[in-house]
Nanobody
């Protein structure tokens, strides 16, 4: 059974950092690109960044370029989203997903002083 579970969200002040984790199970992570999305209240879900099979950032949204980076540890079945210099507009529920319609439940990130 394919499963993705996000963690690492929380409350952080503007300018702070968080690292989100997406723990996966039920499939061979190394064979898949994993996507990070977010959805802010009243807004549509948007793609933030993807981490390709060989690592490296793909599809990075302009709004987070230079601040967010992705990484993966296939041996640990986990991918990460490192978020630096966070801004209030980054407040959202963050999701990881895999092709085939698989999504985690999301983790809340709130950026506020």
């Amino acid at each position: 059974q394919v499963r993705l579970v996000e963690s690492g969200g929380g409350l952080v002040q503007p300018g702070g950092s968080l690292r989100l984790s997406c723990e996966t199970s039920g499939f061979t992570l190394s064979l898949y690109t994993i996507n990070w999305y977010r959805q802010a209240p009243g807004k549509e879900r948007e793609l933030v960044a993807s981490v390709g099979r060989s690592g490296g950032d793909l599809n990075v949204a302009n709004s987070v370029k230079g601040r967010f980076t992705t990484s993966r540890e296939d041996d640990w079945n986990t991918v990460y989203l490192q978020m630096n210099n966070l801004k209030p507009e980054d407040t959202a529920v963050y999701y990881c997903s895999r092709v085939g319609g698989y999504w985690g439940p999301g983790t809340q990130v709130t950026v506020s002083s």
